[in-house]
Nanobody, 119 residues
Framework: QVQLVESGGGLVQAGGSLRLSCAAS????????MAWFRQAPGKEREFVAR????????FYANSVKGRFTISVDNAKNTMYLQMNSLKPNDTAVYYC????????????WGQGTQVTVSS
């Protein structure tokens, strides 16, 4: 049973930083791609960042490029999202997700963690 558990959300002032974690369990993820998505109230879920566990390539949405950094700790089976220079429009529920290799759809999702950025 694959489980993805996010943590690290909270309330922060604009310009501040947070680090989100996504602990993965239930299988070996070496052939997987892992990603962060977010959903703000009244908006559709949007892609934030992705990292391929198998080749360490990273991808970012333009809105977060240069401010957010995605990484993994293989020993801990954990993915991170370091978020700096946070803005009020970064406020959303952040979800981690996993998909196998080049699959089009993400098969596994976490429960989400709330990030609120005050102005």
């Amino acid at each position: 049973q694959v489980q993805l558990v996010e943590s690290g959300g909270g309330l922060v002032q604009a310009g501040g930083s947070l680090r989100l974690s996504c602990a993965a369990s239930g299988r070996t993820f070496s052939s997987y791609a892992m990603a962060w998505f977010r959903q703000a109230p009244g908006k559709e879920r949007e892609f934030v960042a992705r990292i391929n566990w198998y080749d360490s390539r990273t991808f970012y949405a333009n809105s977060v490029k240069g401010r957010f950094t995605i990484s993994v700790d293989n020993a801990k089976n954990t993915m991170y999202l370091q978020m700096n220079s946070l803005k009020p429009n970064d406020t959303a529920v952040y979800y981690c997700a996993a998909k196998k290799g080049m699959a089009l759809q993400y098969d596994y999702w976490g429960q989400g963690t709330q990030v609120t950025v005050s102005s």
